[in-house]
């Protein structure tokens, strides 16, 4: 039988894996290049229900610095940029994404010759119409479902690169 000594080995592995520490660049560009994995993803999802585009256009990522921690921890969020109503953002992406109730428009005219209250309306067309709801066309969770992998992947391989690049130095 042969035997090995492999403490040397050992310790030797563990000064060099000490001596590596990456640095907020490092783990930026690591969290940049998962985040782009699903954004990318989530852009496809939604593009395959487009009608106009505008959810398509929205959907983006952001570093978090209240959520990051310098050299320990960088956080990134991929979500869809929604503002108010009328301003080109896509407000409505969450009822595309879980669906959502149909009401028609509101067409009665009360007594006084004027539109009846939302409320109103709304409690009227449930009772003459049903429940009749929007399917959901989600995007962002099976991007997130069928991604992480690759994204981990992705990090690993941005890992590698930044410490090769650092090691050239």
Known sequence: ??????????????????????DEGVLRAMGVSGAEIFREEAKHNAASHAKTWTIHRNIIMKHLPEDSDGALRQAYLVTVRKGNFGGGDAYYWSWVEKGHKFVPKNTRIGKRGNKIGWAAHRRAAEL????????????????YDSRKSDAVNAMSLTLKQQLIRNANR
């Not at 003459?128 to 991007?143: D, I, L, N, V, W």
């Open 1 to 22: 039988m042969i035997g090995f000594d492999t403490t040397d080995l050992l310790r030797a592995v563990q000064e060099t894996i000490g001596q590596i520490t990456p």
């Open 128 to 143: 003459e119409y049903g429940t009749a709801s929007a399917p959901a066309y989600p995007f962002m969770r099976p991007a």
